[in-house]
């Protein structure tokens, strides 16, 4: 079973690209995670999670519903992390995470998607976001033979650079910058209420037509990038910046 998680649609498109060699049931994760689901799962096949990387590592989110999430039937687990340029040393808190579920860890892929960040790096245009893709479908379909092969995945090297960022930056990162305080929306906003069914933390509601953001929130930037007028800021740090959405996965589903 294919599960993912996505924010704009990256890891999405990721999924289901890869899906078409492997044929399996796919979730997406969105509502289980916002409503905080944890029920059972079961699958024959091996579990495939495609997630985007947050600060080098699995979103925090998401790590969070597979502690809490009884998995059962097949043991083995692939993961493919999708990045707008480096994973880290995510596969260093991967395997912990699998040891600690019982889980055989068959290693992770790291897949290089359009930048979606706006809070800290630029957004590629269109034109641009078509080449990353296009390059990322080649490394898909690899990945998707390696799976259906049931191959291990090839270890990811790691430089001191990626083992600071997934572990001390990644500490700090979060307690410290990934909050909401900055996020607002412009005049142009119509309150429309696209960003608060986005949200996958329930963190945003309406008040007098208008978003508010209540203090929970994991930098997915699905707020930000799904809004229509392109109305919601974060701060200065995404003023001019070209908003992100994977266009493509439209296309394949």
Known sequence: ??????????????????????????????????????SEVKSDDPW????????????????????RTDFRGNRDIYFILTCGSSTGNAGKYLRKLCEHKGLNYRGYAEVVMPENYIAMFNAPGNDEAEQIIGKAEQRLSDIAEVIQGREAFADTRTGIAGIICSGPVNRIYYPLLVRDRK?????SCDGCGLCVRKCPLGNISLSNGRPVWNGKCTHCMACIAHCPHEAIEYGRASRGRERYLCSKFRQIK
């Open 48 to 67: 495939v999670i495609v997630a985007p990387t947050y600060c080098w590592q699995l979103p925090r989110i998401l790590e969070d519903w597979i502690m």
């Open 183 to 187: 996020f607002y929306a412009e005049n």
């Open 1 to 38: 079973m294919i599960l993912f998680f996505s924010g704009t649609g990256n890891s999405a498109y990721a999924a289901h690209y890869v899906n078409r060699v492997l044929k399996n049931e796919i979730a997406d994760l969105f509502e289980k995670i916002k409503n905080a689901d944890y």
